[in-house]
C-alpha cells in the first residue's frame, strides 16, 4: 500500500474522481493505492461469498454492494474501502449521500466490514478499527490469510488468522480463529465457515 499524491485531495475530490475505483482509499488526504494481488482478491471473494450464503438463508434485508467508500469522520479527509462491506438495505434512507454516490457516513447502516490483510497490516490492526469503532459498527473481521500482523495481534507462531471482532460499548472485543477452527459470527447466526474454506489454493 502506497501514497502516490504530493499534493493532499479533499474527500470530495476523491469521490469525484476514485469513487468507482476499487484501487484506491484516502487517508488524511492521501491517496492510497491499495495495490490487491491476486490471492488477496481470491480471499475477498470467497468471503463475500460465505457471507452472501448467511445473509441469505437468514433472509435478512442485507446485501454487499460492489463498491462502497466508508468516511468514519467528518473532520478528516479519510475514506476507507473495505473489501467487504455488509449493509442494511432499511437503513440506507438515513445516509445523506448515498442517493449519489456509494458513500456511507453514519454507521448504522453497517452491519460487517471486513479487510483482507495486505502489508499495510498495522492500518487494519489498528487504526481501522478505532475508526470503525467510532462509527459503531457492530463486527470488523481481519483476514490475515498470511500471517503478517504483528506478534501482539496474531501470537506466535505467526500464522493464518481471522480476527472476529465484535463492538462492546465503544470497544472491539477480538476471537481469533486459525485453520481447522470453525468461525462463529455474532452478526451472521447462520455462517458455516473455516478458515480453511477461504484461503488461497
Known amino acids: 500500500m502506497t501514497s502516490v499524491l504530493a499534493q493532499p485531495l479533499t474527500l470530495e475530490a476523491f469521490v469525484a474522481q476514485y469513487s468507482e475505483d476499487p484501487r484506491y482509499e484516502l487517508a488524511d488526504g492521501e491517496l492510497v493505492d491499495m495495490e490487491p494481488t491476486g490471492?488477496?482478491?481470491?480471499?475477498?471473494?470467497?468471503?463475500?461469498a460465505r457471507i452472501s450464503l448467511a445473509i441469505g438463508e437468514a433472509e435478512l434485508p442485507w446485501f454487499i454492494p460492489r463498491t462502497c467508500l466508508i468516511r468514519p469522520s467528518d473532520d478528516a479527509a479519510t475514506?476507507?474501502?473495505?473489501?467487504?462491506?455488509?449493509?442494511?438495505e432499511t437503513a440506507l434512507a438515513d445516509e445523506p449521500?448515498?442517493?449519489?454516490?456509494?458513500?456511507?457516513?453514519?454507521?448504522?447502516?453497517?452491519?460487517?466490514?471486513?479487510?483482507?490483510?495486505?502489508?499495510?497490516?498495522?492500518?487494519?490492526?489498528?487504526?481501522k478499527m478505532e475508526e470503525y469503532a467510532v462509527l459503531g459498527i457492530p463486527e470488523y473481521w481481519i483476514a490475515d490469510f498470511r500471517g503478517l500482523g504483528g506478534v501482539a495481534f496474531i501470537g506466535r507462531p505467526k500464522q493464518p488468522t481471522l480476527t472476529v471482532c465484535r463492538?462492546?460499548?465503544?470497544?472491539?472485543?477480538?476471537v481469533q480463529y486459525r485453520l481447522g477452527e470453525n468461525v462463529s459470527s455474532p452478526t451472521l447466526p447462520d455462517l458455516k465457515m473455516r478458515l480453511d474454506d477461504v484461503m488461497p489454493r
Do not use: F
Open 97 to 127: 449521500l448515498w442517493e449519489r454516490q456509494p458513500v456511507i457516513t453514519q454507521g448504522q447502516a453497517v452491519k460487517l466490514v471486513v479487510e483482507v490483510v495486505s502489508t499495510n497490516w498495522e492500518t487494519d490492526y489498528a487504526r
Open 79 to 88: 475514506a476507507r474501502r473495505p473489501d467487504i462491506v455488509v449493509l442494511d
Open 167 to 174: 463492538l462492546a460499548g465503544d470497544e472491539y472485543e477480538q
Open 39 to 48: 490471492p488477496h482478491e481470491a480471499v475477498g471473494g470467497k468471503l463475500a
